[in-house]
Nanobody, 116 residues
Framework: QVQLVESGGGLVQAGGSLRLSCATS????????MGWYRQAPGKRRELVAT???????NYADSVKGRFTISRYNAKNTVYLQMNSLKPEDTAVYYC??????????WGQGTQVTVSS
């Protein structure tokens, strides 16, 4: 049974930081591209950042220089360090695991709220 469990969300003031974690089980973590996506109320889910099995990262323009994605294969966990948070970063953040062109797996999401 595949599980992706996000944690670390919460309420933070603008300019603050949060670190999200996504613990996985039931997949061969090391070979998957891992990603973070977010969905704000009334908006479509959007890519935040991805990291390949080889450690290559990709970021949405809106978070470049502020967010950092990383992975720790020994713990089957991917992280998202979020600094200099803005109110527009408020959303539910979802963890994603994808291997090649296979159907991706998703977590249940964690709420991040940034107050102005």
């Amino acid at each position: 049974q595949v599980q992706l469990v996000e944690s670390g969300g919460g309420l933070v003031q603008a300019g603050g930081s949060l670190r999200l974690s996504c613990a996985t089980s039931g997949i061969i973590f090391s070979i998957n591209t891992m990603g973070w996506y977010r969905q704000a109320p009334g908006k479509r889910r959007e890519l935040v950042a991805t990291i390949t099995s080889g450690g290559i990262t990709n970021y949405a323009d809106s978070v470049k220089g502020r967010f950092t994605i990383s992975r720790y294969n020994a713990k089957n966990t991917v992280y998202l360090q979020m600094n200099s948070l803005k109110p527009e970063d408020t959303a539910v953040y979802y963890c994603n695991a994808q291997f090649g062109t296979s159907v991706p797996f998703w977590g249940q999401g964690t709420q991040v709220t940034v107050s102005s």
